[in-house]
């Protein structure tokens, strides 16, 4: 299901931290507008309101609940639409908060209404008929060409990861969360995210190697974290005060991509060590300022 037509994504209620850090997310790099789900609602077609205190009944192909005029609305899908009876089309209402950043045209006439997307309905087409007596029918037809839609419609339909062979060095991301770290103390988190021509994360065909240039013998690098979006995680323990250069590599692969990292002396505890060893003590400021200030 395209994601902008999605209707289990509903805004979701967030707490006073998230507030505060609420970032946005990664497609807004395509120019797609975005706010927070706490301060804007999802544009959407709205029917009657449920009564307070019924639930709503699911059956088989049916879903049905009691509105608050206490009529019984109810759904019933087939393969090819779904119909809704005891409502009519004044009932119906479409929303449209995010008028700017949808690509869904709204059409009504008398006895129907419509939500198209792209020129000659090439993508998506929504057909809505309420000429019956309280009953609404749903007519949906979309272009299922998977070439078609990666290349016009990609941003919008956030496709599952998939496995990529030909790996380019401009299309890996590989840097540290936090450089700096206290040896013996807290781990170094590295992030590796890889990506197709399309810009989307990718998971490799091709085995990662991962390992430190100089002191390889003295970092413990746990094994990969991935997670489902093909993000990996990548987190760095060490005993031992050093400086070094984490690789990454792949199997059948020339190219190396690397990253600083630093675990210093715990001058809490190290004060004689870190009076002799400036250099050090620096990477020690380094990472507890970081800490703090880090997003």
């Not at 850090?21 to 959407?44: C, F, V």
């Not at 119906?92 to 700017?100: E, W």
């Not at 690509?103 to 993508?123: A, I, R, V």
């Not at 540290?176 to 988190?189: C, E, W």
Request: charged share 25%; aromatic share 14%.
């Amino acid at each position: 299901t395209p994601f902008i037509i999605d209707g289990s994504r509903w805004p979701q209620a967030r707490n006073f931290w998230e507030k505060i850090y609420l970032k946005y997310p990664w497609w807004a790099q395509y120019g797609l507008q975005t706010h927070s789900d706490t301060e804007k609602i999802t544009t959407r077609l709205d029917l009657p309101d449920k009564k307070i205190g019924e639930s709503v009944q699911i059956s088989n192909n049916n879903l049905s609940y009691l509105a608050k005029n206490n009529k019984k609305i109810e759904f019933l899908f087939t393969p090819e639409s779904f119909s809704i009876s005891n409502i009519s089309k004044n009932q119906i209402k479409y929303r449209n908060y995010h008028s700017k950043s949808f690509p869904l045209e709204y059409k009504e006439e008398k006895d129907s209404m419509s939500l198209q997307w792209g020129e000659e309905k090439e993508t998506y087409n929504l057909e809505i008929d309420c000429s019956m007596r309280q009953k609404c029918i749903f007519n949906h037809d979309m272009n299922t060409n998977l070439d078609f839609q990666l290349s016009t419609n990609l941003v919008y339909f956030f496709p599952e990861t998939q496995t990529i062979e030909e790996l380019e060095p401009e299309n890996i991301d590989f840097y540290a969360h936090n450089s700096y770290a206290i040896a013996g103390r807290n781990p170094i988190r590295l992030i590796l995210i890889i990506k197709n021509e399309n810009n989307f994360p990718s998971i490799p065909t091709q085995s990662i190697i991962i390992k430190g240039k100089n002191s390889n013998e003295e970092l413990d690098i746990s094994k990969l974290n991935k997670l489902q979006n093909g993000i990996y995680f990548i987190d760095i323990n060490s005993n031992k005060i050093l400086r070094d250069d984490i690789q990454i590599s792949f199997d059948n692969q020339k190219q190396i991509l690397s990253t600083k990292i630093y675990f210093a002396p715990n001058c809490k505890a190290q004060i004689l060590y870190c009076l002799m060893h400036p250099k050090q003590s620096y990477w020690y400021i380094q990472s507890t300022f970081r800490d703090i200030f880090r997003e």
